[in-house]
């Protein structure tokens, strides 16, 4: 018995004998990922195992690889000419998802080499306490569930341990053990004046029983230091074998660094001409500092600043008919939680729960990394345009409110970061071809993010192939970006444990310039840009070469989005 439902798509026009069956298989893993990963759940909308935080342990890890290849194996094992041409499709896209994220769990192990729980336990809480889907009481109930659950939690990640671990990883650990205690101080004050005696003991013992694990942990995460290993590279083979794994339209490694490279001398180039505009007799260097002088003097009116950006940017959308906007669509913009701001140095976007009957897309901006004293530099005005453009209208938060309207389970559990994060920096480009902030001094930092994303491509390969070290990165990306210290070093620190994750942000946008340039060629006359928006964000977060094959007419569905376009719609400011 089960107390959420699940979506399907509709029947297709010519159902197959076997699309039920094969929609059954699905749902059935989706379940078992849910009932496993009550963190998960909570991100997607279903609250019934909110007070839990599941098994971290190293069997438990094997136990879901082990599950995941025999779902695998079945699904492989289907007849396709009982299938739909729909359905097809929809299994192609389960494979494609199994194997990627076998090959993350088999091959690259980073959860055997990284201790990843109190990372886990801060996203497990931070969801509980920044989403509004219950009274605030109650969240705080299951917040103290979850807590009572460290010590217990923490002990089964230990076991995960079978391999060297990182230095390098474990003290970013360590680092987050000291932002935990903060908000677990921030959760403990939250609750009065909202919680009764009785809970808010409770939730005090919790916060209790909590934090002297994690002082018994970070005592353990030290330990490891003496046997740990400085090797945390991917290494050539392995990032080869990734990059096809992850369907890129068949580019390799080396053909993926020559875009870097290119892209780099054609963001410089864009740059120096921006910056000729602005003063034809200064220095490039003079005028990009310049630009990031201008910037608001406290960082609460910077977040007022990222509000009007976004809020602008989507009247822009609907005034110039550049793209649909779902109905009901909602987004807070806040402060990033101090035990995020090591992972997220500069801002990110936290998807919608697909399941929440209200659900709102959170939007954070970090003030500092460190209490960096030049942090405000990064959060000038031109990048507080450009980042709530990649952030919120039209990229993540109206790409992924889109995306989870779609009612395939398959298309929910993909992330193709190229996709996603090639939107967001497509939507950037476009929004200045389209006029919207396209002065000069925009387009400084228009092209100083989009040099930062070409550095994230040489620095993702050359570093995971062990040719770059953690501070070679760093000083190549403040020679190019004129990041402040800390940001850079955070940024690039990032870089090691996520292979190719770095490289999907301006690699996307190119595959996406292209295939809108292939999709003109192609209809010519009758092209249309929101036509061509819309199919991509109703699609889902798929691979670029599974939403080209959508463009050429594979793979519909009858699947279809409210929508507005009068920027009357609750998300308007």
């Known amino acids: ?41 909570t991100s997607h909308g279903i609250h019934r195992w909110d007070d839990q935080l599941g098994d971290g342990s190293r069997d438990a890890v094997l136990e879901e690889i082990a599950r995941d290849r025999r779902h695998m194996v ?61 009274p605030f009481a109650d969240r705080l109930s299951s917040i103290a569930g979850r807590l009572e659950s460290v010590p217990a939690f923490l002990a089964e990640h230990r076991t995960r341990a079978a391999a060297p671990q990182v230095r390098l990883w474990q003290g970013l650990e360590i680092e987050e053990a000291e932002y935990l205690r903060d ?21 005090d013992r919790a916060i209790l029983v909590a934090a002297r694990a994690i002082e018994e942990y970070v005592g353990w995460l030290r330990i490891t230091l003496d046997s740990g290993t400085d090797d ?35 963001q410089q180039s864009a740059r120096r001409a921006a910056a000729r505009q602005i003063d034809p007799a200064a220095l490039e260097d003079a005028v990009v500092d310049r630009v990031k002088r201008d910037h608001p003097a406290t960082f609460a009116e910077a977040l007022e600043g990222y509000r009007s950006a976004m809020y602008r940017a989507r009247a822009h959308i609907v005034e110039r008919g550049l793209a649909s906007i779902p109905d009901g669509e909602r987004i807070e913009v806040i402060e990033t939680p101090r035990h995020l701001r090591q992972s997220l140095p500069l801002a990110a976007y936290f998807v919608p729960p697909k399941f929440d009957p209200n659900p709102a897309g959170i939007y954070v ?27 919120a209208y039209p990229g993540h938060h109206l790409q992924l409110s889109m995306a989870r309207l779609h009612p395939s389970l398959s298309r929910l559990q993909l992330d193709a970061t190229e996709f996603v994060e090639g939107w967001g920096m497509y ?29 994230r491509i040489i620095l993702d390969i050359q570093m995971q192939r062990g040719q770059f070290s953690v501070e070679d990165g760093t000083q190549f990306m403040r020679e190019m970006t004129r990041f402040e210290l800390g940001v850079a070093r955070a940024e690039v620190t990032r870089y090691t444990y996520t292979p190719t994750y770095q490289l999907s942000y301006l690699l996307g946008k190119v595959m996406l310039l292209q295939l809108r340039e292939d999709e003109r060629r192609r209809l010519g006359p009758a092209f249309r840009l929101r036509d061509f928006h819309d199919s991509l ?35 308007a400011a």
């Open 427 to 455: 939507s950037e480009q476009m929004m200045r071809e389209e006029g919207f902030d396209d002065g000069p001094a925009f387009q400084v930092g228009l092209a100083t993010d989009a040099i930062w994303r070409a550095c």
């Open 1 to 41: 018995m089960t107390d959420f439902e699940l979506t399907r798509p509709e029947p297709a026009p010519q159902p197959g004998p076997l699309d039920g069956h094969f929609y059954g298989l699905v749902e059935d893993r989706f379940r078992r990922v849910l009932r496993d990963n009550p963190t998960a759940a």
């Open 183 to 203: 908000f677990l101080a921030e959760i403990g004050a939250a609750g009065h004046g909202v919680l009764g005696p009785i809970e808010q003991r409770r939730l």
């Open 537 to 571: 964000l109703r699609a889902g977060s798929l691979p670029i070469s599974f939403q080209r094959r959508i463009l050429a007419g594979e793979g519909r569905s009858t699947h279809r989005v409210s929508g507005h376009g009068d920027g009357r719609g609750p998300g």
């Open 232 to 266: 945390w590279a991917l290494g050539s083979d392995k990032l080869d074998d990734l990059i096809r794994v992850r369907a890129l339209d068949g580019l390799t490694a080396d053909e993926i660094l020559r875009i870097g490279f290119d892209q780099l001398a054609q």
């Open 74 to 134: 079945t699904i492989e094992a289907l007849d396709v000419e009982a299938l739909s041409p729909e359905v097809r499709f929809e299994r192609e896209l389960e494979l494609h998802h199994l194997r990627e994220s076998l090959f993350h769990a088999e091959v690259v192990r980073t959860w055997e080499r990284r201790s990843f729980a109190l990372d886990s336990l801060g996203d497990a809480l931070f969801m509980l306490m920044a989403r509004d889907f219950a």
């Open 365 to 391: 901006v970090t003030p500092s990394v460190d209490d960096d004293p030049g942090a405000m530099r990064e959060h000038n005005w031109s990048a507080i345009s450009n980042t709530s453009i990649h952030e």
